[in-house]
T-cell receptor
Framework: DAEITQSPRHKITETGRQVTLACHQT?????MFWYRQDLGHGLRLIHY???????NKGEVSDGYSVSRSNTEDLPLTLESAASSQTSVYFC???????????FGPGTRLLVL | GNSVTQMEGPVTLSEEAFLTINCTYTATGYPSLFWYVQYPGEGLQLLLK?????DKGSNKGFEATYRKETTSFHLEKGSVQVSDSAVYFCALSGILTGGGNKLTFGTGTQLKVEL
């Protein structure tokens, strides 16, 4: 069955370190998204991609970057981790613009 | 811009009680509306959706009707079970700069169902 996976599921890091969160989907979807989930804010869009070599900033993109070198993967990099980036991160993908987004299980990140 | 407002939780109900979780939205154009559910330790799963006014989405006994006149998409279930305990998110789709769709989420409502 097609799926979307994220790794690691849990990560503890220190402020100032670079961290990369992996997202891999086997749906063959062109559209991929990164969200962060924080209490009282719901989910907020960090970055998104329409296809290979395409990346775009979402509403809370400062301090984050993504790259899309193939259809299956959209890694999220925190250039210099800050305590404000402690959160749960979700990756999602969709086949079409208005289509259902399928979410990964999430990565819980703690920045000390 | 687009926004979604949900009732705050947690909502605590006894098994077999009737459930309503309110959701209202502000949006330009004609967005699609969604309810997602998040079980403990998991990602979000689509529960139901509606793509135009007066559409009713339904799944697993849950229903929601797209009401354009009241800009609402309230989630209902006639008889909840303990297994329905989860966090429920209302969301709408909007247009991203440069094309494509973006989901705007409410803050989520936690539902606890007790025996």
């Amino acid at each position: 069955d097609a799926e979307i996976t994220q790794s690691p599921r849990h990560k503890i890091t220190e402020t100032g370190r670079q961290v990369t969160l992996a997202c891999h989907q086997t749906w063959n979807h062109n559209n991929m998204f990164w969200y962060r989930q924080d209490l009282g804010h719901g989910l907020r869009l960090i970055h998104y991609s329409y296809g290979v070599q395409d990346t775009n900033k979402g509403e809370v993109s400062d301090g984050y970057s993504v790259s899309r070198s193939n259809t299956e993967d959209l890694p999220l990099t925190l250039e210099s981790a800050a305590s404000s980036q402690t959160s749960v991160y979700f990756c999602a993908s969709s086949e079409s613009w208005g289509g259902t987004q399928y979410f990964g299980p999430g990565t819980r990140l703690l920045v000390l | 811009g687009n926004s979604v407002t949900q009732m705050e939780g947690p909502v605590t109900l006894s098994e077999e009680a009737f459930l309503t979780i309110n959701c209202t939205y502000t949006a330009t154009g004609y967005p699609s509306l969604f309810w997602y559910v998040q079980y403990p330790g998991e990602g979000l799963q689509l529960l139901l959706k509606a793509t135009k006014a007066d559409d009713k989405g339904s799944n697993k006994g849950f229903e929601a009707t797209y009401r354009k006149e009241t800009t609402s998409f309230h989630l209902e279930k006639g008889s909840v079970q303990v297994s329905d305990s989860a966090v429920y998110f209302c969301a709408l789709s909007g247009i991203l700069t440069g094309g494509g769709n973006k989901l705007t989420f409410g803050t989520g409502t936690q539902l606890k169902v007790e025996l």
